[in-house]
């Protein structure tokens, strides 16, 4: 199976602040990642698949880049709205896996 | 507008069987794989099981394999998830989610979960 370990665990930032989240696959997955925001109590909502497309209605500052292994998840300019965990998931393979999450909290 | 309401949770002993249900509607059942994923209290995201639009490509978590079974009925659009043998550690809200029909095995439409405790 293809192990996927995502970091920081957790970020504390401010209104506006850039934040970076990486995740990084245990073997190379081309371009085959997807990112999701999670809030509590509710469902995954799909950000970005192939590793740097924004699905349709996700605000454009989020960016996601990288392939093979390695892969980041960027916030322009955190908006009230973006605090949240945010999971990676590899789509290369089945079965298909996730990161751990990262909760992007208010400092 | 595509809408995916889960049904069937509740609280089950070890060792006993709970059948999930998942109602689609406004899109083409029949054109869409279809994913359980759960997510245990307080945990992350784990992906249980897949079956394409016409049942003939099912995949399971090595977890699952040979306890659970997932199924459809395109007729009544409608995804099932069978689980026997069921443990403490099944315990979660398990979500039914759209495969994608661009490029495939990730999530684009969530239904709302339901929840399913194992405990004596």
């Known amino acids: 199976d293809i192990q996927m370990t995502q970091s920081p665990s957790s970020v504390s930032a401010s209104v506006g602040d850039r934040v970076t989240i990486t995740c990084r696959a245990s073997q190379g997955i081309s371009s085959w990642l997807v990112w999701y925001q999670q809030k509590p109590g509710k469902a995954p909502n799909l950000l970005i698949y192939a590793a740097s497309t924004l699905q349709n209605g996700v605000p454009s500052r989020f960016s996601g880049s990288g392939s093979g292994t390695d892969f980041t998840l960027t916030i322009s300019s955190l908006q009230p709205e973006d605090f949240a965990t945010y999971y990676c998931q590899q789509a290369n393979t089945f079965p298909l896996t996730f990161g751990g999450g990262t909760k992007v909290e208010i400092k | 507008e595509v809408q995916l309401v889960e049904s069937g949770g509740g609280l089950v002993q070890p060792g006993r069987s709970l059948r999930l249900s998942c109602a689609a509607s406004?899109?083409?059942?029949?054109?869409?794989?279809m994913h359980w994923v759960r997510q245990a209290p307080g945990k992350g995201l784990e992906w249980v099981s897949y079956i394409d639009g016409t049942s003939g490509s099912i995949y399971y978590a090595d977890s699952v394999k040979g306890r659970f079974t997932i199924s459809r009925d395109n007729a009544k659009n409608s995804l099932f998830l069978q689980m026997s043998s069921l443990r403490a550690e099944d315990t979660a809200v398990y979500y039914c989610a759209r495969d994608t029909p661009l490029t495939g095995n990730h999530f684009d439409y969530w239904g709302q979960g339901t929840l399913v405790t194992v405990s004596s």
């Open positions: 406004g899109f083409t059942f029949s054109s869409y794989g």
